[in-house]
Every structure is written in C-alpha cells, then in structure tokens.
C-alpha cells in the first residue's frame, strides 16, 4: 500500500476504530506505525516463505520495500477500487478527470503484503496473510492474485485452503478472476467456496496529441 494516497486518508466522519480490530501496523522499510489511521488500520507484509525460496530479497535490484509500503502500485491500485474515499479531481495525466472513489468508501482497510517484485508470491506466505486476516477479525478479504493455468484441483493451493478458512468463518473472500483470454479454461482461482470476479474493459475513450521525437504530431 501507498499509505500517503488520498484514497486512504480519514474523513472528519469516520468513527474510532472497532474495539474488536485485531490487526497491528507493522512497520519496516520507509513505512512506519503513523501509516495507519482510522481508515488504513491494519498493514502487514510476509516474505519469510519468499525467501526460503528465492533467497534474500534484493531491495536493489529488484526496486523492493521491505514492509507494506507498495513499490509496483497494484496493492495501492486494487484497494483504492475496492475502498478508497472519495477524491475530486483526479486523473490519469490529466485524462478522465474526475471524482475517483472506491466501491465501499466506508470501509476499513487492512493490508496484507504477500507478493514481491517482479510478482512472485510463495505458497506459504499467501496461507500466513489469510491466517493472520482472520484473526484480525476482517469480514471480507478482497484477493488480486491468481494462480496459472491449468488450474490444479481444490485444496492444492494456498489461496483455496485459505480461502475455505475465511469462509467457514462467515468472511467472505473475493478472488480476481485474472488477465488472459477470452479463450476457454483462463479463468483463475474458482473454488465454490469463493467469489471471483472478472475484469472488463470501459466504453470510452480518452484521444489525446502523441508528439514523437522529430516534433511530429498526431492526433
């Protein structure tokens, strides 16, 4: 998570934090506890299963925070859709302005950093995070990540035996359904148990002037 984002500041409305929260603010790398606030409650990160794997992380070469913070963007980009406040004005280098808001901007949130750049996440670190949100005390977990075709069978990977611990619990779990197709048998993470939802794509476009190197312009 990017925790300056305006998409994760409180609002003069927002009630203290639930006295049932469980979950903390971890610090480490460039993030420490005053990331947290009454709308950013919880952050995590888990790279003990990465490293057993891939060996130490190499916060150089790989350009890497060694915390919560979110050096790539996608934790900051889907938690922002999922529950970030509202913010006016706002744009993609100008385009689309507009006001930017998140599907419940009344929620609370909770990070929990599983997946390393360049987009490695260890089996053992994605079962350590489901672990910990349910003990937190999360009511919904919201799961951008996936897992490659061919899908293997129910309760072969982390995010599914996970996910089946969230759900007897009464949490629900929302998967992304990932990024290929629209061929058959791409669609990713689908155990019952769980929700998973699909990207689209939007009705609009944005036509702006492209200005190549020799001044050249097009429209």
């Given amino acids: 998570i990017w925790p300056e984002?305006?998409?994760f500041k409180e609002t003069p409305y927002m009630e203290p934090v639930p006295s049932q929260w469980r979950g903390v603010?971890?610090?480490?790398?460039?993030?420490?506890h005053?990331?947290?606030?009454k709308k950013l409650i919880g952050a995590r990160f888990y790279i003990n299963g990465y490293e057993s794997q891939v060996g130490p992380l190499n916060t150089t070469k790989n350009l890497?925070?060694?915390?919560?913070?979110?050096?790539?963007?996608?934790?900051?980009?889907?938690?922002?859709?999922?529950v970030g406040v509202p913010v006016a004005n706002a744009?993609?280098?100008?385009l689309a302005r507009g006001l930017a808001r998140g599907g419940a901007p009344m929620a609370r949130l909770a990070v929990y950093k599983i997946c390393w750049n360049p987009g490695f996440c260890a089996e053992a670190d994605i079962l350590a995070a489901f672990d910990d949100a349910i003990v937190d005390g999360v009511h919904v977990i919201s799961a951008s990540?996936?897992?490659?075709?061919?899908?293997?069978?129910f309760f072969a990977s982390s995010s599914d035996i996970g996910s089946f611990h969230a759900a007897q619990r009464n949490i629900v779990v929302v998967f992304s359904a990932g990024n290929v197709g629209p061929e058959p048998t791409l669609v990713q993470n689908v155990p019952p148990w769980s929700i998973c939802v699909a990207a689209t794509t939007i009705d609009r476009i944005f036509p702006t002037e492209l200005v190549l190197g020799n001044n050249k312009t097009i429209m």
């Fill in 5 to 7: 984002s305006d998409s």
């Fill in 25 to 32: 603010c971890v610090a480490g790398e460039q993030f420490n």
């Fill in 34 to 37: 005053t990331a947290c606030n």
């Fill in 64 to 82: 890497e925070y060694r915390s919560p913070r979110d050096h790539v963007g996608h934790g900051t980009h889907t938690a922002s859709i999922a």
């Fill in 91 to 94: 744009s993609f280098l100008g």
């Fill in 145 to 153: 990540l996936g897992t490659p075709a061919p899908l293997p069978g």
